[in-house]
């Protein structure tokens, strides 16, 4: 048996559109259902976006067993086979917009496509896994099908969550099993789930003592019968292959001891409950004040999936925040003292233009950046084996992070594009002011494991990057200061010169800048945003410096911000104590040139 006959039995409401009351479900309706022409062109639909997606060699076996099965799931003939590979081969793209005529056409598709989309989904997880290529499928036919990003999102949480009580225990039942199971093989792996009641599911270990709660909880969305196949011993499995190690997923994961240079690492959690896709946020560096906790810069990701923030090398992490205070502090008596010719907006970084008074104020922070550098690389590195574990379950995971925390997601991309076979557990990638090599040949590679898209978020102007690689600047390009010009659909660059002045405004505007890298947010107290205009992409590029410049380029436009502005209440004293006031030096671009300048 596999998740088939679970998620078959009732597909979560299939048809209810996004604003019908929870309760009021029509009967169901999948893709084996759909007239003979109708399931063609559901299957025919994927089959050129599969090739339109996923078009490299390490992603053919994926393409062609997923379309295969798809064949199998709508009760097609075998004999469409040779049609169905054309398609994937790059025939027929020309024929997209006919096969979704043919599924607008379909009566039982009358209220929406959404039925189709929970259909992928059901699908996508039958097997006990839910790949990340997957899921850019079902988004990428979504859109074109018209069904809302949030309708996916909901039906894929009301599964999640059904599975997640389905195996729930409180913290008194979990502890009287856990006597009665003392001593034996696995107890080990209980523990585990001790160490995770409410974050959580212990599930997969218990010898079938779980059955009755995985009963109990998922009839409500999955039906008499789903539920039935869940109580089983194998659907256990399943659940625990989607959810993770025990069920208790990244919550239970936590170093027992140092690995190579790497002294601290474990998962936070920034939400509650099960989903079937998940997002890890890594932070930078820590600071005084409001930034000193690793969760405290994403209060606003939006309340979509399952997230976790990366608690790493926290002692070098507070050194190297203390390190750029003083930095700061020692720069606003610079600023005070002589005219700079370095202008933070001229995107033009090279040695010769810092100050000698500003190379000597720089010892107090040369070192501990350098060890972080160091040390988030090796972090990146065990990421890459903790995802490739599957330590949390068999899930997409998207990444993102600012700073040193996007040196570690591009160092765990490196590593995992080092081994074959690492496509499809990394869903989309967000790099903000990421300090690391931004030639074309790395990014290429780590490219091949992302699934969905690749965002690096840069500012020309950003300053202080510039002058902690003043060494290297001029043999090294940063990823963090420029576009990166691969050609590749998953490459998206967003020029954040409108919101970040400086590298320490990837902590402080990150709520700003996540709507404007496209990160659905949710509203924070105390926080608004103001978004005009529009933003050209062109061969991947968005720019956010200058929108009427933008009006002459590309032809493609999304909307992610032109202009953003973050209006913050509470007393302004408060925030200055924090050490994070950036002096304004961009008037100086006006003034002479300092005699101290070689």
């Given at each position: ?7 078959a ?5 299939a ?17 084996s ?26 992603n ?7 379309l ?55 699908f ?45 225990e ?16 696995l ?45 089983s ?73 399952e ?19 003083s ?60 995802l ?35 496509e499809?557990?990394v ?37 202080l ?11 090294l ?69 200058d ?7 590309g ?24 050490g ?10 006006r ?8």
């Amino acid at each position: 048996m596999n998740l088939c006959s679970v998620v078959a039995s009732d597909p979560g409401g299939a048809g209810r559109t996004q604003d019908a009351p929870c309760d009021q479900r029509p009967e169901k309706v999948t893709g084996s259902q759909l007239t003979e022409q109708g399931r063609f062109a559901y299957a025919a639909l994927c089959g050129v976006s599969l090739c339109q997606l996923f078009t490299g060699e390490e992603n053919s076996v994926f393409r062609e067993q997923y379309l295969q099965g798809l064949v199998r799931w709508l009760d097609l003939d075998e004999s469409v086979m040779p049609v169905m590979g054309a398609f994937l081969s790059g025939l027929g793209s020309e024929g997209s917009d006919n096969f979704l005529s043919i599924l607008q056409a379909e009566p039982l598709l009358a209220a929406g496509a959404t039925p189709i989309v929970q259909d992928m989904v059901s699908f996508s997880v039958k097997d006990a896994q839910y790949d990340a290529r997957s899921r850019v499928l079902i988004r990428h036919v979504s859109c074109l099908l018209r069904v809302s990003p949030r309708q996916l999102e909901e039906f894929e949480e009301t599964l999640g969550e059904s599975l997640r009580e389905a195996g729930e225990e409180s913290e008194e039942e979990s502890s009287r099993r856990l006597r009665r199971e003392r001593g034996r093989k696995l107890r080990r792996y209980l523990l585990i789930g001790l160490a995770t009641v409410g974050g959580g599911t212990v599930i997969g270990v218990t010898g079938g003592l779980a059955a009755p709660f995985v009963a109990a909880g998922a009839g409500a969305v999955l039906g008499a019968g789903g539920a039935a196949a869940l109580g089983s011993a194998t659907g256990i499995a399943i659940m625990a292959s989607l959810f993770g190690a025990a069920g208790a997923g990244l919550t239970g994961y936590k170093m027992n001891k140092c690995v190579g240079a790497i002294e601290e690492f474990e998962f936070l959690p920034l939400s509650s409950g099960k989903h079937l896709h998940l997002t890890i946020a890594v932070t930078g560096w820590l600071c005084s004040g409001k930034y000193s906790s690793f969760q405290a810069p994403w209060g606003s990701l939006g309340e979509c999936g399952e997230q976790y923030c990366l608690l790493w090398e926290s002692r070098f992490l507070k050194d190297l925040g203390s390190a750029m205070a003083s930095l700061l502090d020692g720069l606003v008596s610079i600023v005070a003292q002589e005219a700079l010719k370095y202008t933070v907006l001229s995107g033009i970084l090279t040695a010769l233009t810092w100050p000698a008074s500003l190379l000597a104020a720089a010892s107090v922070i040369d070192h501990p950046w350098c060890v972080c550098l160091n040390r988030s690389a090796e972090v990146g590195k065990h990421l890459a084996q903790v995802l490739r574990s599957r330590q949390q379950g068999k899930r997409p995971v998207s990444l993102i992070g600012f700073s040193l925390g996007a040196r570690v997601i591009y160092y765990c991309l490196q590593e995992l594009a080092n081994d074959q076979g690492s496509e499809g557990v990394v869903e989309d990638v967000f790099l903000l002011g990421a300090p690391v090599d931004g030639s074309e040949k790395a990014w290429e590679k780590m490219a091949k494991v992302v699934a969905g898209k690749i965002v690096n978020g840069y500012c020309r102007g950003d300053w202080l990057l510039g002058f902690l690689y003043r060494s290297s600047a001029a043999q090294l390009s940063v990823a963090g200061l420029q576009p990166i010009n691969i050609q590749d659909r998953r490459m998206i660059n967003v020029d954040l010169s409108a919101v970040v002045k400086g590298h320490l405004d990837y902590m402080r505007q990150m709520d700003t800048i996540l709507v404007a890298v496209g990160v659905p947010t949710k509203e924070v107290p105390g926080a608004s945003f103001a978004l005009t205009g529009a933003v050209k992409v062109t061969e991947g590029t968005a720019d956010l410096s200058d929108p009427a410049r933008s009006g002459n380029q590309g032809t493609e436009t999304q909307n992610l911000a032109a202009e953003a502005e973050k209006e913050t209440s509470g007393d302004a004293n408060e925030e200055a104590g924090d050490g994070w006031e950036i002096p304004d030096i961009s008037h100086l671009s006006r003034a002479r040139a300092s005699p101290e300048l070689a």
